[in-house]
């Protein structure tokens, strides 16, 4: 489908995505491109999302590189592959509702594709790329800017892309209290299917606390992320 076959009822559609994403286009078919999975055929949205990938990853860290000017360039990285990442992509597009653009083939659409994560974050990229063809890099750097103000106003650097064992420890360190301890207490089911019992023991707190998941460390970032909670509350 090109801007020209459109019907009436589909032209009010993608004005109502463009008034979410504050963005005109000049040529609509860039849009209509970025919203296109491959599973409807050639005319896709892959190399537009390739170009945003690169786009939206130069873009954050530029914003990153003039907005913490002390943090070093081990934790610039780590937040902006917190920013940038699939998940928080899929976050940006469910926040325009892009589930209800997005033109699937049939089998994605019998699947469900529309509420695939990973589908909504490729298109979310393919989208910015769509900008930067049709408006260039000043618009394109707009719109990231503008997806992302909410996230970067209430950005953490010393939180932000850390896991959960990760800010137990250091948590513990800021405190002078020991290390987390961490103790498989089961492992169970089939070998392509065996579940991990892991407890957390936080000597501050005189308590173990236990979960299970797939994999150890699963478990263990499950263990330490309620360590965490109950530390936090006390602290």
């Known amino acids: 489908m090109t801007?020209?076959?459109?019907?009436?009822?589909?032209?009010?559609?993608?004005?109502?995505?463009e008034k979410a994403l504050g963005y005109t286009y000049q040529n609509k078919d860039f849009l209509l491109r970025a919203l296109t999975h491959r599973s409807v055929g050639a005319r896709n949205n892959e190399r537009l999302e390739f170009l945003g990938d690169s786009l939206?990853?130069?873009m954050i860290a530029?914003?990153?590189?003039?907005?913490?000017?002390?943090?070093?360039?081990?934790?610039?990285?780590?937040?902006?592959?917190?920013l940038v990442k699939g998940d928080t992509?899929?976050?940006?597009?469910?926040?325009?509702?892009l589930s209800e653009f997005l033109k699937l083939g049939p089998g994605e659409l019998k699947?469900?594709?529309?509420?695939?994560?990973?589908?909504?974050?490729?298109?979310?990229?393919a989208i910015i790329a769509s900008i930067y063809e049709d408006g260039g890099l000043d618009e394109c750097r707009e719109f990231v800017k503008r997806i992302y103000v909410s996230r970067l106003e209430d950005l953490d650097p010393k939180e932000v892309g850390k896991d959960p064992k990760t800010r137990l420890q250091e948590?513990?360190?800021?405190?002078?209290e020991p290390l987390p301890e961490y103790?498989?207490?089961?492992?169970?089911?089939?070998?392509?299917?065996?579940m991990f019992?892991?407890?957390?023991?936080?000597?501050?707190?005189?308590?173990?606390?236990e979960a299970t998941a797939s994999n150890r460390r699963k478990a263990e970032q499950k263990s330490a992320k309620q360590a965490l909670s109950k530390l936090e509350e006390i602290k």
């Open 3 to 17: 801007s020209e076959s459109m019907t009436f009822e589909q032209q009010a559609k993608i004005q109502r995505l």
């Open 56 to 58: 939206v990853n130069f």
């Open 62 to 82: 530029d914003i990153l590189y003039h907005q913490f000017e002390k943090i070093s360039e081990g934790d610039l990285s780590r937040i902006r592959a917190h």
């Open 89 to 97: 992509l899929a976050e940006i597009g469910k926040e325009f509702n």
């Open 111 to 125: 699947s469900g594709g529309f509420r695939r994560l990973s589908i909504i974050a490729d298109a979310v990229e």
């Open 171 to 176: 948590l513990l360190q800021s405190m002078q």
């Open 183 to 194: 103790s498989v207490i089961s492992v169970n089911g089939p070998a392509h299917a065996q």
């Open 197 to 209: 019992t892991i407890s957390c023991y936080v000597a501050k707190l005189n308590t173990k606390f």
